[in-house]
């Protein structure tokens, strides 16, 4: 017995690149083997709670848009959301999703009456997951919404707040061990600061870092296996936050030996608000060792603030793939799509085309980063490219054996005198036009 | 007998706020004493001698716009345009100045000339310093002009540009060496990428921590007391720049072991091109223990490219001078002005008149930042705000001497429920404001 | 009596400029001349109702921050919500306010409904008004929060919608006529696109002119004599505002012939955004001849986004009010606070003491923006730097006397080859600095 | 006999999609027929002079990397570059070029001796283009590389500075006429300002319509029956240019009464710079009936500047040239490549395939907008979503029989109070991708 909520439609089939019937996937046929692996477990599609089920259609300047009719209720309303929820998982074949403590359960009085709420729902959670096969990619604590953390969590200049934070967290963590989740996401969206006049850096940096030590802890104490994900973000809601991007994040955790217990949740639309594109920071995260997992959701480069779009760019979503490849594909991590509708877009099937719209590109961009990586079609000639580096004198002088002053000497004694040569930028990208 | 480049004007004079003189100083008096110490101690001004005297005035779009008596030549002219420099940082006052080899010497044929070349000038600079008194803030490589380092200089995919380079730097660093240098600095405009589609980024960090070690090990070895400074920028002339800010470049020399070895030299235009305040970067990189000297020119906010004026706007200056002295001010660094004069300001005495604005702007800044810091404006309401942190029970709990289960009980045997309270911006920002 | 909202603080005093008191005024006392006028008469000053007492700290990621004891409620909370703002007006002095429909009444369950709540409102702001002496500056109507407008107010593809914002202006039309206010204004927030792919660009400029039209046709109808302002803004909450900036409106409105009818409400906030400073947008307006009023909050350079912060730089300020005097100063317009407290700041003591800065700079910013015009500090060099335009063979050029060709044979002949001339960027700067 | 500068690479063939040949086209067949129409006669091609055979390399960080044999000389060396650049457009196929005074004739010492160069060099073109069938879609004006047009060439404040730039033009408009180009297109790359503080923009205005007066009379006096067009950009080189955007031109237009004279040549890459997407710039200026031509190359979205990128992302010119195709096509426009190899691209062959990989990615484009033209694909969506525009009291709104007031009683009386409807964003993004 469904809602109803999405009328009739049933599971979306796989209908192949001519359907025109929206509610098809074109591309994304989760048995489909690339590289050896089926494509459902190659991408690892969730959907967030929150954008599809607990955010309104607010924006800053007009409230709700959507109407549905779990809002503004208690249990009951969480549980008829939950229904909806994994309703919809199954009508999209999402094997995932993800959610923040305060999209799932109502607010209680107090911290302890928050908990048994998360509680129940969780136990109600648990089994849906049964009845339906579809699992947690990763959960987290919302610690940014309530007004008590205006001025942070961790980072707040009240230890109260800190400790509320931290005890939210641990809720927050046994629910994902809990429903088995296979990750815990830390979004440090209040950790930051509006104005420097008003903050000790220094200060929020040790407490931020405190707080990063007791939930790796907490994971070895309980036994939970899954990844420490942080989520970068560079700005918004404050004006800085300090996980600006993955290189700060990697700096950060560096300086409290927290480097080999914490990797990224990196999303395209936050990589964008830092400056960077999004497979600079996946082949950053790679390089560094820290690469976890993906909020495929775009950005519009026009607006300033995160618009958490449905990806729909093709050629550029090949190109992030291609950079998941390279790190070797997921492993406890997975496709999130941090993706909200336009605020206009208020029907429920709107919920479902945004997401097949969205898979769909995904699934086309994972098969021509496939095809690329096999045909080594970027690696060779990259390999190409530092041919120079493999040559024994070369190694030497990156191995540390040559001093600087012997080098110059030898560039004088061989009258060094390098000509350059072309990095045929147009040549790659034609290249990869051929794929996309 | 002087080149008359600059007429008959001779040293500016201080001459009070009231002056309307355009070539006289209205707020730097060096002499006069700020918590203790001179002005001229203080700020410790040098004079960028690439902007002032290299610089053409041509931007993508148009040529040389100056008309300079030094331009086209070989030693002579480069000896002029030293005659003309030094004459410029008496008549200034400017204790310190600043280069590149390509700003002083004729490029040669091959390395070892251009290495002749620049010892030929660094003695005429010795000895013009014996006679003028100006001292060497920090010298630098440019390795970025030249089309030999168009792909990089030490991240080049050529291992005999990385040679190249790293030739380049040992001759800038006995150059810094024999003039007594304060700081050697190293600007990677050309290490980073113009597209990942040709870019290892992985063997590219390995390369530049390379040099950046050879040169550590260098300025020990000729026993060089400088600081090594290294100058975040996050892009242009590169698509992406690996120093992108303090945040990145701290990562990368906590990965390569380097974090005791290397401070930072922060821009204002770069912090703002980077999507930072100036104040944020300085105030992190002396959290960080990293924070070295500045380059104090300012960006415009609404162009994308680092315009490098001089720097007008006091209210700005005083919080990056705030930053600096509560950092405990400068001891090898300065204020350095990596500003260009615009491309229409093309008569001598525009020279004179920017430096004579900007020194005033910072000295006007630095009192301002200097009362701020006596009066405890901005620290006693920020040591109020992290109050509750002092109590014996936060401080435990910052400690490590709590887990998250413990503090989660806690939370839920006392009932936790902090409120908020004032962030109080306006009222910090009011405070600012009688101080500038 | 008094509400209590805001304790026993009574009018704030001006008590000059050494005044450490956050409650007094060190630079706006209003009967000081300046130019010949007061300083109340040259500023006339505006507070924004909806950011003061709507607004309750809410933001993309979070919540109310504020408590205020007129939050959730009906006609008697508009009214106690009424009390304590015109206590604030008086409390600072402000000569004036500004409101929308949505700011101040209840929203009814009809349009008929909506409209006598706000009838019922107008009366009781009347006798607020005649009880202070306090005046609207400018009513507008909100077409942007309640979810029918979610796709366009008079750009809506619903003809209906269309209808319903035609009735709502009316009604704050009337409202503002009935207050006596002094301008009309009116910001599209909502009139634009999130996506050209489902909209009609031109079908939605004919609807937005229809609805300009009628608006100044019921102005003349109804005999109201303050100006119609439209409010430019790029983007946000749209991607794209079709009233993006200054230059934009003004090509709309010669497209439909209402230049004569319409002049410009100019926000700093909303030059940043769209790529331009808060002096451009001013100096172009007056150049059009179209400026009329301005929103003197301002933007942070960093965030993508409108924070509509109170103002706090003094050499911006005062170049914006050089701008403003040299349009010939304000006559319906004023100056408005469109400014919000940062989210963080929840005091009531915050709302005055926000206020106050801005106010203070406002003061500043105007004075030394009138020294400097009563001393052509920038038009003597201004007009000499245009000199050769003055010669009759110039004017004639322009004028029209000359063809292409015949110009052409006049460079020949005369060997025309201009030398270009400083253009004294730095020198003026520094003038500047003299000022503020 | 050729030049051999591209060694024996003959006219590029096509090839077909499966091609992995660099140098075939893959989708580009001239002969096609798209719409009615051959794919050479919709998207007229054309290769910019400037960049591909003036442009250097250089950038503002370092200076040529090209290596061209035609580089450091006169008459023999402009011939040389011009025998080149016609080998390359009969290689490519490319229909057109277009070029500036500047790109293809050295700089005489006078006026008339640089009229004169140019006019040996229209001679040498003209014997070229019979040759090779190819022909000039625009030329233009360079009044921006020479230090005499620093502060502007209508708009300078030195009159001899309007009266070069005006014979200037009449040179170039010549030779335009000369050579059959059937538009000519100026770009203001000058006409703006560095700072405020040294501008009458109200002059310079007056000053820029004038000439632009006199090159629309010049036009009509020669009978020269192309196109103006006006190229907007918002800055760069300038921190404010004139021609912001197309809605600005427009205003401009209005204001001197030229808005039947001139139109849009409009650049991607301005658009983006300028706050907004390329298919917003081409449906505005369609529906201000000033469409004219367009620059097809994209801007790096994370770069502050220009970069003039050969355009590769399919996705996005398909939407570009849907909003051409709706505006009619090009009559005398065309598809220029205002595209710049990157600087590291220095081989003869990495310009071949740069224009290979841009023409191939819009015959792609052109390919996808014509089948969702034909399908309808988004036109009845748009068509539906304003039906109830269609009816005669929505009409009669429109039409203006209707005034504020008496909308407003019909809103009362009929009790109108609309329901949103879904602005189907998600699904409209969808069916796009199924053309892409
Ligand atoms: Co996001
Ligand atoms: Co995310
Ligand atoms: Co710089
Ligand atoms: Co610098
Ligand atoms: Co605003
Ligand atoms: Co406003
Ligand atoms: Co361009
Ligand atoms: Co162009």
């Not at 848009?65 to 309703?87: N, Q």
């Not at 930051?192 to 008003?198: A, M």
């Amino acid at each position: 017995m469904g809602t109803g909520f999405f009328g009739t439609i049933e599971k979306i089939p796989f209908k192949g690149a001519d359907s025109t019937d929206p509610l098809s996937y074109r591309f994304y046929d989760p048995d489909e083997v690339v590289m050896g692996k089926r494509m459902e477990d190659h991408l690892r599609f969730a959907v967030a709670y929150w954008h599809s089920f607990a955010w309104e259609g607010g924006d800053p300047f007009g409230g709700r848009t959507f109407d549905r009719p779990w809002y503004d209720g208690e249990m009951d309303k969480a549980k008829l959301k939950a229904d909806v929820a994994f309703e919809m998982f199954k009508i999209l074949g999402a094997p995932y999703y993800c959610f923040h403590d305060a999209d799932v359960r109502p607010e209680g009085r107090t911290f302890a009456e928050s908990r048994k709420n998360l509680e129940e729902i969780v136990d109600y959670f648990a089994r849906k997951q049964e009845e339906t096969g579809v699992k947690l990619l990763w959960g987290t604590a919302n610690l940014f919404s309530n007004r008590r953390f205006m001025s942070g969590a961790s980072t707040n200049p009240d230890p109260d707040v800190f400790a509320y934070s931290a005890a939210t967290i641990k809720s927050c963590m046994d629910a994902t061990m809990k429903l088995g989740g296979e990750n815990y996401v830390l979004w440090g969206g209040r950790e930051g600061y509006e104005t420097l006049l008003n903050t000790d850096m220094s200060r929020e940096f040790d407490q931020m870092a405190r707080m990063l030590h007791m939930v790796v802890d907490y994971k070895h104490k309980i036994g939970f296996k899954g990844a420490i994900l942080v989520e970068p973000k560079p700005q918004e809601p404050t004006k800085h936050q300090y996980d600006f991007d993955v290189a700060t994040v990697y700096g950060f955790l560096r300086k409290y030996g927290l480097e080999n217990e914490v990797k990224m949740n990196i999303e395209q639309g936050h990589a964008i608000l830092a400056g960077h594109t999004f497979e600079h920071e996946l082949a950053l995260a790679s390089t560094l060792g820290i690469f976890g997992s993906i909020d495929m959701n775009r950005n519009d480069y026009q607006s300033g603030w995160d618009t958490d779009q449905f990806p729909n760019n093709v050629p550029e979503m090949a190109l992030a793939y291609y950079q998941v490849l390279k790190a070797g594909g997921f492993t406890t991590g997975g496709t999130n799509f941090d993706a909200k509708l336009r605020r206009q877009s208020i029907d429920p099937e709107d919920l479902l085309i945004a997401h097949i719209g969205g898979m769909d590109c995904c699934a086309r961009g994972l098969k021509a980063a496939a095809r690329m990586v096999e045909d080594g079609a970027l690696q060779k000639p990259l390999d190409e490219r530092y041919a120079g580096w493999a040559k024994p004198e070369a190694q030497k002088m990156l191995k540390g054996e040559y001093s600087l002053d012997q080098i110059a000497e030898k560039v004088e004694r061989d009258n060094i005198n390098p000509e350059p040569r072309s990095g045929r930028q147009e040549y790659l990208e034609n290249i990869v036009n051929r794929y996309v």
